[in-house]
């Protein structure tokens, strides 16, 4: 089993920053890679980024590259999403999940790739 703990969310202005964190614990050697993901209320899950396990490879959704940056600290088992540009339209609960075998990258977006999940922490950007 796997325990992932979110942190780091907030009220925020637009424009303003907001770094998350996410922490595994458990039996985290077989990691492979994790990812975060949101879910504004009334809206579908979507994806966010995702990184490998040597963190060499990173994947962002189109809106969030260029604003999003994702990377961990295997040595902390912690991934981090840090979100600078923030917009209202940032405003979601933000989860983020682990990938305990290998995946082939795009399948790194879709949510039923991962097999554990964190219980979210709340983004709220204000106008």
């Known amino acids: 089993q796997v325990q992932l703990v979110e942190s780091g969310g907030g009220l925020v202005q637009a424009g303003g920053s907001l770094r998350l964190s996410c922490a595994a614990s458990?039996?985290?050697?077989?990691?492979?890679?994790m990812g975060w993901f949101r879910q504004a209320p009334g809206k579908e899950r979507e994806f966010v980024a995702a990184i490998n396990w040597s963190g060499r490879n990173t994947y962002y959704a189109d809106s969030m590259k260029g604003r999003f940056t994702i990377s961990r600290d295997n040595a902390k088992n912690t991934v981090y999403l840090q979100m600078n540009s923030l917009k209202p339209e940032d405003t979601a609960v933000y989860f983020c999940?682990?990938?305990?075998?290998?995946?082939?990258?795009?399948?790194?977006?879709?949510?039923?790739?991962?097999?554990?999940w964190g219980q979210g922490t709340q983004v709220t950007v204000s106008s």
């Open positions: 999940a682990l990938a305990q075998e290998y995946r082939y990258s795009s399948s790194l977006r879709s949510g039923p790739s991962y097999d554990y």
């Open positions: 458990g039996r985290t050697f077989t990691m492979y890679a």
